[in-house]
């Protein structure tokens, strides 16, 4: 009982000792950067390569001395990838770690609430991958001042393939995607747009609802249509239905799509010979991927994927704006954000006005049962 | 004086005749199917080989219809029971075969065997052996179910079977997305054989990679459509000898017709309706496999539509009639691959059940139903 008191006592004088030792202002000791990610809940795979990205980020950092001379200290919460406990970490590493940088969350529905907490107590929110455009830009069509991410938003995915697809040499394109949903729908929108504005033609649109598993009357118009692209921005379980069904009725075209064909369960052979863009690949022959790539296998024993990467990238780009400011002030720092101008993993990012990195997506390819990394697009 | 107020009554008796004979629905559906009709015969004259391929297109999806259909016509036809649970059935055959293949290699058995028999006949012979342990289990499965949960409710409400029957396709679906059992992820099927698609041209039957033509100026139609084609028309010829020829088919047809006195004349009543739905499972099996070969992406749920398609074909064709299941939905398969083609393809589903509205109002009992007789 008396040494439990001596212990809590001198936890005590210790918690009130590093309290006054950072006393408002002052420019010695730690930088403190959060990091909220979901490491439980439905997406705990998510969370760790998140958790992992920027730590290792942050790492670097403190190897080559800190940023402002100061060494960074990490403090990691689980937020869960939901609003209740990503509030309640947010609202922990704000008013009692006294945190000015959160780094975080993966999935839009936490980021969102976070920023709603961040934002108007001046504390810079980082998200490396949450696409919701409400994480950035609040109901009224403001920009939150404080908030920014890391990934491309889901409409850009479109504008990038339809450029692809243009520099490819292709003229006429055939959309497909499911009505219902605002990720295929976006992409569709915004490939169109800039397909056309490129001087390509649509030749045919068509809609489908996302339990439809024959498309046989779609795809007997897309062979009809001869189009030189298939779009089809949808998840992978839908390419796998589509593909097969696509060369039984003899379409030629180049089939062509977004990030949710990014899955171990991809039929190869249904997507072969398709493309489609994503945040990274590993196979980029840029100097900083190839070494991303091999510290990251180093410290963590497998190749990064896309979380890890823009983790790491969201968490660079916060330090290096910090070094920009030359200030630990969050009300300097974001504004050093918002005009930081930085060669990250997946491409060098800049900033547009709502706070959502306009920066190169990759294009993939299938060929021969395997993704392999074709080009790099920038808007 | 009286001319003056002559009309009033005689409008308002205008308007009574309307509603009593419900004009205005019926000027709305006609309306539809005028409409409907009148893009058809549009799409026909602007390019009949285009139109010619949906409906070989149509034929396909309407004859994995027609298996399930079976199954929900033969049950009802002897218990007077929407067995629900029948798509889910539906999709445990199709995993059956989806594990079948690739985690036993079954479909290659017979090359391990006698490993000197040229491919075809090895996979030829591994696929059947695949359906037909898609139909096995599918029709087990289908019995316990029975035995469980319908056969205590004979003589409770129908009411309480159709909701029983709800909860049992409930539970099979989940309980197939469970990470123990199969998965709850969409999942590739891997088809037996390599697809060979074939071109109706000028030219010919051609493979579509020797044809030099375009692909829109012939009929495609590949092994696969084939395949489901001939395996269902095998099906429906075996059931049919099964209920028209076997003392087992006689059985059932006497205890759809009266069951209390099928009892007294010494028919086993319980165990011909346990084989009602073993038979109506393995249906379902087969068209299990055979749908995950056309559309090979299959998951938990997979059932419920196709499921739900093939309950209004067996409607529309008069169910409890088994022609008229095979009609219903090779008529659904068409009316939705059409209406995908030629209208719209997010309303293929609502225009297909249009019809089935239309149908059921001109003949309620459906195609080939019977009016219903008084039963005991």
Same mark, same amino acid.
């Given at each position: 009982?008396?040494?439990?008191?001596?212990?809590?006592?001198?936890?005590?004088?210790?918690?009130?000792?590093?309290?006054?030792?950072?006393?408002?202002?002052?420019?010695?000791?730690?930088?403190?950067?959060?990091?909220?990610?979901?490491?439980?809940?439905?997406?705990?795979?998510?969370?760790?390569?998140?958790?992992?990205?920027?730590?290792?980020?942050? *790492?670097?950092?403190?190897?080559?001395?800190?940023?402002?001379?100061?060494?960074?200290?990490?403090?990691?919460?689980?937020?869960?990838?939901?609003?209740?406990?990503?509030?309640?970490?947010?609202?922990?590493?704000?008013?009692?770690?006294?945190?000015?940088?959160?780094?975080?969350?993966?999935?839009?529905?936490?980021?969102?609430?976070?920023?709603?907490?961040?934002?108007?107590?001046?504390?810079?929110?980082?998200?490396?991958?949450?696409?919701?455009?409400?994480?950035?830009?609040?109901?009224?069509?403001?920009?939150?001042?404080?908030?920014?991410?890391?990934?491309?938003?889901?409409?850009?995915?479109?504008?990038?393939?339809?450029?692809?697809?243009?520099?490819?040499?292709?003229?006429?394109?055939?959309?497909?995607?499911?009505?219902?949903?605002?990720?295929?729908?976006?992409?569709?929108?915004?490939? *169109?747009?800039?397909?056309?504005?490129?001087?390509?033609?649509?030749?045919?649109?068509?809609?489908?609802?996302?339990?439809?598993?024959?498309?046989?009357?779609?795809?007997?118009?897309?062979?009809?249509?001869?189009?030189?692209?298939?779009?089809?921005?949808?998840?992978?379980?839908?390419?796998?239905?589509?593909?097969?069904?696509?060369?039984?009725?003899?379409?030629?075209?180049?089939?062509?799509?977004?990030?949710?064909?990014?899955?171990?369960?991809?039929?190869?052979?249904?997507?072969?010979?398709?493309?489609?863009?994503?945040?990274?690949?590993? *196979?980029?022959?840029?100097?900083?991927?190839?070494?991303?790539?091999?510290?990251?296998?180093?410290?963590?024993?497998?190749?990064?994927?896309?979380?890890?990467?823009?983790?790491?990238?969201?968490?660079?780009?916060?330090?290096?704006?910090?070094?920009?400011?030359?200030?630990?002030?969050?009300?300097?720092?974001?504004?050093?954000?918002?005009?930081?101008?930085?060669?990250?993993?997946?491409?060098?990012?800049?900033?547009?006005?709502?706070?959502?990195?306009?920066?190169?997506?990759?294009?993939?390819?299938?060929?021969?049962?395997?993704?392999?990394?074709?080009?790099?697009?920038?808007? | 004086?009286?001319?003056?107020?002559? $009309?009033?009554?005689?409008?308002?008796?205008?308007?009574?005749?309307?509603?009593?004979?419900?004009?205005?629905?019926?000027?709305?559906?006609?309306?539809?199917?005028?409409?409907?009709?009148?893009?058809?015969?549009?799409? @026909?004259?602007?390019?009949?080989?285009?139109?010619?391929?949906?409906?070989?297109?149509?034929?396909?999806?309407?004859?994995? #219809?027609?298996?399930?259909?079976?199954? #929900?016509?033969?049950?009802?036809?002897?218990?007077?029971?929407?067995?629900?649970?029948?798509?889910?059935?539906?999709?445990?055959?199709?995993?059956?075969?989806?594990?079948?293949?690739?985690?036993?290699?079954?479909?290659?058995?017979?090359?391990?065997?006698?490993?000197?028999? $040229?491919?075809?006949?090895?996979?030829?012979?591994?696929?059947?052996?695949?359906?037909?342990?898609?139909?096995?289990?599918?029709?087990?499965?289908? #019995?316990?179910?029975?035995?469980?949960? #319908?056969?205590?409710?004979?003589?409770?409400?129908?009411?309480?079977?159709?909701?029983?029957?709800?909860?049992?396709?409930?539970?099979?679906?989940?309980?197939?997305?469970?990470?123990?059992?199969?998965?709850?992820?969409?999942?590739?099927?891997?088809?037996?054989?390599?697809?060979?698609?074939?071109?109706?041209?000028?030219?010919?039957?051609?493979?579509?990679?020797?044809?030099?033509?375009?692909?829109?100026?012939?009929?495609?139609?590949?092994?696969?459509?084939?395949?489901?084609?001939?395996?269902? @028309?095998?099906?429906?010829?075996?059931?049919?000898?099964?209920?028209?020829?076997?003392?087992?088919?006689?059985?059932?047809?006497?205890?759809?017709?009266?069951?209390?006195?099928?009892?007294?004349?010494? @028919?086993?009543?319980?165990?011909?309706?346990?084989?009602?739905?073993?038979?109506?499972?393995?249906?379902?099996?087969?068209?299990?496999?055979?749908?995950?070969?056309?559309?090979?992406?299959?998951?938990?749920?997979?059932? @419920?539509?196709?499921?739900?398609?093939?309950?209004?074909?067996?409607?529309?064709?008069?169910?409890?009639?088994?022609?008229?299941?095979?009609?219903?939905?090779?008529?659904?398969?068409?009316?939705?691959?059409?209406?995908?083609?030629?209208?719209?393809?997010?309303?293929?589903?609502?225009?297909?059940?249009?019809?089935?509205?239309?149908?059921?109002?001109?003949?309620?009992?459906?195609?080939?139903?019977?009016?219903?007789?008084?039963?005991?």
């Amino acid at each position: 009982m008396k040494v439990r008191t001596l212990i809590s006592l001198l936890v005590l004088v210790a918690v009130l000792a590093t309290g006054c030792a950072r006393t408002p202002g002052a420019d010695t000791g730690p930088i403190k950067v959060a990091i909220l990610a979901p490491l439980s809940g439905a997406v705990p795979t998510f969370g760790e390569s998140t958790k992992n990205g920027a730590l290792l980020a942050i *790492e670097e950092w403190n190897a080559k001395g800190g940023v402002l001379g100061r060494t960074i200290e990490t403090i990691v919460e689980d937020s869960q990838c939901s609003a209740d406990p990503a509030v309640n970490a947010a609202n922990k590493v704000i008013d009692q770690d006294k945190v000015h940088y959160i780094v975080g969350e993966v999935c839009s529905g936490a980021s969102i609430p976070i920023s709603e907490i961040a934002n108007p107590k001046g504390v810079v929110q980082i998200s490396p991958t949450s696409t919701n455009p409400l994480v950035t830009v609040g109901s009224d069509g403001t920009t939150k001042p404080y908030i920014f991410r890391a990934c491309f938003i889901d409409p850009f995915q479109g504008l990038v393939m339809a450029k692809f697809a243009l520099q490819q040499g292709h003229k006429t394109a055939f959309l497909m995607y499911d009505q219902g949903n605002d990720y295929p729908r976006g992409l569709a929108e915004a490939f *169109e747009k800039s397909f056309t504005d490129g001087g390509g033609t649509i030749v045919g649109k068509e809609t489908y609802v996302a339990t439809d598993t024959d498309f046989s009357a779609i795809l007997t118009k897309v062979a009809e249509s001869n189009a030189d692209v298939l779009f089809l921005p949808d998840y992978y379980n839908i390419v796998n239905l589509v593909g097969p069904q696509a060369k039984e009725r003899g379409v030629t075209s180049v089939m062509m799509g977004g990030d949710g064909w990014d899955s171990a369960d991809l039929d190869m052979a249904a997507a072969e010979g398709g493309y489609f863009s994503n945040h990274y690949s590993p *196979e980029d022959s840029r100097p900083i991927v190839q070494d991303w790539v091999k510290n990251y296998t180093a410290k963590y024993g497998a190749t990064p994927d896309a979380l890890a990467t823009l983790a790491y990238d969201a968490a660079n780009m916060l330090l290096a704006a910090i070094e920009k400011a030359g200030v630990d002030d969050p009300a300097k720092v974001k504004d050093a954000l918002a005009s930081l101008e930085y060669e990250a993993v997946s491409g060098k990012i800049t900033f547009d006005q709502f706070h959502n990195p306009v920066k190169a997506a990759a294009v993939l390819q299938v060929k021969d049962g395997k993704v392999t990394f074709v080009a790099s697009i920038a808007p | 004086m009286a001319t003056t107020t002559a $009309p009033v009554p005689r409008s308002s008796s205008i308007f009574e005749l309307a509603i009593k004979k419900r004009w205005l629905g019926k000027a709305f559906l006609i309306s539809i199917a005028l409409i409907a009709l009148w893009r058809i015969i549009i799409a @026909i004259q602007a390019n009949p080989i285009l139109f010619l391929q949906q409906v070989v297109n149509g034929i396909q999806l309407g004859f994995v #219809y027609a298996l399930i259909a079976l199954g #929900y016509t033969m049950v009802y036809g002897i218990v007077r029971l929407i067995n629900f649970a029948h798509g889910d059935v539906f999709m445990v055959g199709a995993f059956i075969s989806f594990f079948g293949i690739t985690r036993f290699q079954l479909h290659l058995w017979l090359g391990n065997v006698a490993p000197g028999l $040229p491919l075809w006949v090895t996979i030829g012979v591994g696929s059947v052996s695949v359906v037909v342990l898609a139909m096995i289990v599918c029709a087990w499965l289908s #019995y316990v179910i029975e035995r469980i949960a #319908y056969k205590p409710l004979r003589n409770a409400p129908r009411i309480s079977a159709l909701i029983t029957a709800i909860g049992v396709s409930f539970f099979l679906e989940y309980f197939a997305a469970l990470q123990f059992v199969f998965t709850p992820n969409f999942i590739t099927f891997k088809r037996p054989f390599p697809v060979q698609t074939w071109m109706i041209g000028s030219n010919g039957i051609q493979t579509l990679a020797e044809s030099q033509e375009s692909a829109s100026n012939g009929i495609i139609f590949s092994n696969i459509a084939l395949i489901i084609i001939i395996s269902s @028309i095998i099906l429906l010829l075996l059931l049919q000898y099964v209920v028209q020829k076997t003392r087992i088919g006689k059985a059932m047809r006497a205890v759809a017709y009266d069951k209390p006195t099928a009892r007294l004349m010494g @028919i086993n009543v319980d165990g011909i309706i346990s084989v009602t739905f073993a038979i109506g499972a393995s249906l379902a099996g087969a068209a299990g496999m055979l749908y995950a070969i056309a559309y090979p992406s299959i998951v938990f749920g997979m059932g @419920i539509i196709p499921g739900l398609k093939a309950f209004v074909a067996a409607v529309l064709g008069g169910i409890g009639s088994i022609p008229g299941a095979l009609i219903g939905a090779l008529i659904m398969g068409q009316a939705e691959n059409l209406s995908a083609a030629y209208i719209s393809s997010p309303m293929r589903d609502a225009i297909a059940f249009t019809i089935l509205i239309i149908v059921l109002l001109v003949r309620p009992t459906g195609i080939f139903g019977e009016p219903s007789r008084e039963k005991a």
